[in-house]
């Protein structure tokens, strides 16, 4: 009995002696350069931009025809491959891109927490990489200033700005970029380096031709397509290095600019 007594005390005691649980630590704040890639604060940059392009069109489309209205010709490959699983919607490519980001944050498993601040360097870093796309375009002296046609109204121009952002980014660099990476170096086991230059190379070809018949409205232009394909090249630079959300501002600040000076 003093032997099972002993026992009894000496766990009371070490279940009395044991450490207090340490309260949980806050989330650490990621650095500027980590942060602006998050999923999340890349959202939390584009979405005005997002509701300033679907809100604008459906405005100005009311009452329009839907073969009337000035559709990018990468919303147009977003709506074509959505009907492929019998989903249809002029708005889709805007839902389908916020799901995207928020299923993309939700997997990753990271903080909620928004940094304004670095929503603010996001913008300034857009419009400074915006500028070698306007010295490259002065270098080529190429007619194809911006990434939509000029239509007679200044306004519809700067919507499609925002739009040719959003979706030709969202198609030629995220989503063609990470798959030609899944294909090259996931499944194929080619190196980074070789991988990551290749998928840069297809997706620029694709990006200019995109803009020509028979998907674009476009006729054919070696001059254009050379420059267009320089900027994809750039611009794909851009996703790589800095992320989905800067790559979209530096296209999105870069159109805008064009559309103001013309």
């Known amino acids: 009995m003093a032997t099972r007594s002993a026992k009894r005390r000496i766990r009371a005691d070490v279940i009395r002696k044991s450490p207090p649980r340490r309260p949980r630590q806050p989330d650490k704040i990621p650095g500027y350069y980590e942060g602006t890639q998050r999923p999340?604060?890349?959202?939390a940059?584009?979405?005005?931009?997002?509701?300033?392009?679907?809100?604008?069109?459906?405005?100005?489309?009311?009452?329009?025809?839907?073969?009337?209205?000035?559709?990018?010709?990468?919303?147009?490959?977003?709506s074509w491959f959505f009907s492929l699983f019998?989903?249809?919607?002029?708005?889709?490519?805007?839902?389908?891109?916020?799901?995207?980001?928020?299923?993309?944050?939700?997997?990753?498993?990271?903080?909620?927490k928004i940094e304004p601040t670095m929503l603010v360097g996001m913008f300034a870093e857009s419009v400074l990489l915006a500028l070698p796309l306007l010295t490259m375009n002065r270098l080529f002296d190429t007619d194809t200033l911006?990434?939509?046609?000029?239509?007679?109204?200044?306004?519809?121009?700067?919507?499609?700005?925002?739009?040719?952002?959003?979706?030709?980014?969202?198609?030629f660099r995220l989503m063609l970029i990470s798959l030609l990476m899944l294909l090259l170096k996931d499944i194929g086991g080619m190196k980074q380096t070789p991988a990551v230059a290749f998928?840069?190379?297809?997706?620029?070809?694709?990006?200019?031709?995109?803009?020509?018949?028979?998907?674009?409205?476009?006729?054919?232009?070696?001059?254009?397509?050379?420059?267009?394909?320089?900027?994809?090249a750039y611009l794909a630079g851009v996703f790589v290095t800095r992320g989905f959300g800067i790559a979209v501002g530096c296209h999105a600040i870069y159109d805008i600019i064009v559309v103001a000076m013309l």
């Not at 999340?40 to 959202?43: F, K, P, S």
């Not at 805007?94 to 799901?99: C, E, K, M, N, Q």
């Open 45 to 78: 940059f584009l979405f005005p931009m997002i509701i300033a392009y679907e809100a604008g069109l459906a405005i100005v489309h009311h009452g329009r025809a839907v073969t009337d209205q000035p559709d990018l010709a990468a919303q147009l490959l977003l």
């Open 146 to 171: 911006a990434a939509v046609a000029n239509h007679s109204s200044v306004g519809v121009d700067l919507l499609l700005s925002i739009g040719a952002g959003i979706y030709e980014e969202l198609v």
């Open 86 to 112: 019998g989903a249809t919607g002029y708005f889709l490519p805007g839902f389908a891109l916020v799901a995207v980001l928020l299923c993309w944050h939700v997997a990753s498993r990271q903080s909620w």
């Open 40 to 43: 999340l604060q890349c959202l």
């Open 199 to 232: 998928a840069v190379i297809i997706s620029s070809l694709a990006f200019a031709a995109h803009h020509y018949k028979p998907i674009g409205g476009e006729d054919f232009a070696t001059r254009d397509f050379a420059f267009r394909t320089l900027a994809g």
